[in-house]
């Protein structure tokens, strides 16, 4: 690490205490993208990555609501707008009891390099609450959404801020959000995409990032002379980005061998069929657990483990931050695997990308590989003020272009002598679009 990254970065662990996911986003991004500013003036003596680490505003609320038995349970929601330099902010809401400011940023920041990379006009933002929606009745979540909406409506609006779903927060919840902002305006606008197909929502939402993913690996190995076909694909996480990735997998003539949950992974050597996986889509949407799949389909279910020590060619972490770490990196290594692209947020670990980088394994970065989502979510964004609806396969074709559109910024940003580095690619390309915007508009 170069001097100038290492006091950068001290300075931003004594201004965030405390706040490790965030820390870990902004080292990652400072190292490539500050050699990048030293060589290249009009970015210098700016102070601009100074500027995009620090979120624009940071909203922080109490969430109080009565559950099913009638008691007062209280929840902390939040909002940060981390940066409006190309769009409104845009980026998803987590439910889950391990959301605080430091997970929030760290998303919000990576969704400001990530909406960069898209090409279309979103500026990035991030929310949520310390809620788990597992294991509350319809009502209770119901409840808590619109608790959580009567004070959230304050700061978001179609041309301000519009969030969408993330872990924990799928159509159902999406659903009660946008009737109480609804009630509360009395306006049906795009403040939230993610929407049902019949009130707003765009064709391929549910199946963006997932698809999208995939068609960002299939450039990797078309750039490469390689293909889908008949390659081992470890699959991590059995929710919405898993799903559809796997779903896009077997489509495209690849086997999916494993899925995972909190709770473990399962394996099934010979691929996971199209039936097996509605199977699963159904058991997760009920909130079942992939433990009951393996037990009805009699494949292996390895407890507590996760995917990351099954011999594959291509290893898509979909679940969470942090999931593969410097050991399963190795595993993935002396396995033979050759392309890991992050469909989840920052679920490799520094240590993890390093033995990539060590063994030329092709790293896609989730802020270029899973950035599908939220295009398409720009792509409901834009239908909703069209008030018109485009058909699954425009939706689909345009997701696809966005993705091919990426891949060749990483490749611009990121072409080294022997290699692509999509990671710096993806970090410098990015960087590069908002740090121009912030410019043209002066000191903000
Ligand atoms: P879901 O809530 O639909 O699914 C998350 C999956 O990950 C579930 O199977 C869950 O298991 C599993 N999981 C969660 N935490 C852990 C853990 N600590 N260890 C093992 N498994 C875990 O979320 P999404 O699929 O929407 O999101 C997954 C990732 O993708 C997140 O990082 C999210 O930020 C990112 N992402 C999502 C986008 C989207 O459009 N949805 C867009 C871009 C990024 P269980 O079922 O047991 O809870």
């Known amino acids: 690490m170069n001097t100038s990254v290492k006091k950068f970065i001290n300075h931003v662990k004594q201004k965030n205490k405390g706040e490790k996911e965030f820390i870990q986003s902004?080292?990652?991004?400072?190292?490539?993208?500050?050699?990048?500013?030293?060589?290249?003036?009009?970015?210098?003596?700016?102070?601009?990555?100074?500027?995009?680490?620090?979120?624009?505003?940071?909203?922080?609320?109490?969430?109080?609501?009565?559950?099913?038995?009638?008691e007062v349970e209280v929840n902390r929601g939040y909002r940060v707008q981390m940066n409006s330099a190309i769009g409104p902010y845009k980026g998803g809401l987590r439910f889950s009891p391990t959301v605080n400011l430091s997970i929030l940023k760290f998303l919000a920041f990576e969704q400001v390099f990530k909406n960069s990379l898209t090409g279309l006009p979103l500026g990035a933002g991030k929310g949520g609450a310390d809620f788990d929606p597992r294991g509350r009745s319809d009502n209770e979540v119901m409840k808590f959404c619109q608790s959580f909406m009567t004070e959230l409506h304050k700061h978001v609006g179609e041309d301000m801020d519009i969030p969408a779903g993330d872990i924990g927060v799928g159509k159902r919840e999406i659903g009660y959000l946008f009737g109480q902002y609804k009630r509360i305006k009395g306006e049906f606008t795009g403040v939230i995409t993610g929407k049902g197909s019949e009130w707003g929502g765009s064709h391929i939402r549910p199946e963006a990032t997932g698809y999208g993913l995939v068609y960002f690996v299939e450039e990797i190995l078309k750039k490469h002379n390689k293909s889908l076909k008949g390659k081992k694909i470890a699959v991590s996480g059995a929710g919405n980005v898993a799903q559809y990735?796997?779903?896009?997998?077997?489509?495209?003539?690849?086997?999916?061998?494993?899925?995972?949950?909190?709770?473990?992974?399962?394996?099934n050597p010979k691929g996971i069929s199209v039936e097996e996986l509605e199977f699963i889509k159904d058991l997760k949407n009920k909130r079942g657990e992939l433990k009951d799949f393996a037990k009805k389909y009699a494949y292996d279910f390895l407890e507590g483990e996760k995917p990351w020590g099954i011999k594959c060619d291509i290893a898509l972490p979909n679940a969470t931050q942090n999931e593969l770490n410097e050991e399963d990196a190795q595993k993935l290594v002396e396995n033979d695997c050759f392309c890991v692209a992050e469909g989840a947020n920052m679920p490799c670990t520094p240590e993890a990308i390093a033995i990539f980088n060590e063994y030329n394994v092709f790293y896609a970065p989730g802020k270029a590989a899973n950035a599908g989502g939220v295009a398409v979510s720009g792509l409901e964004m834009s239908q909703n003020s069209l008030r018109y609806s485009w058909t699954r396969n425009e939706v689909d074709s345009k997701l696809r272009q966005i993705m091919q559109e990426i891949h060749q910024i990483c490749v611009k940003y990121g072409k080294e002598k022997d290699y692509i580095n999509y990671e710096k690619g993806a970090n410098v390309g990015g960087f590069v679009r908002i740090a121009d915007a912030m410019l043209a508009q002066g000191l903000v």
């Not at 991004?29 to 979120?55: F, G, N, W």
């Not at 990735?245 to 394996?267: M, N, R």
């Open 26 to 70: 902004v080292a990652e991004v400072s190292e490539s993208v500050i050699p990048y500013i030293a060589s290249h003036t009009k970015y210098d003596q700016t102070k601009i990555l100074e500027r995009m680490i620090e979120p624009e505003r940071v909203i922080m609320f109490r969430v109080p609501w009565l559950n099913d038995q009638g």
């Open 245 to 267: 990735a796997a779903e896009k997998c077997i489509e495209q003539g690849a086997k999916v061998i494993t899925l995972s949950d909190s709770k473990g992974t399962v394996y």
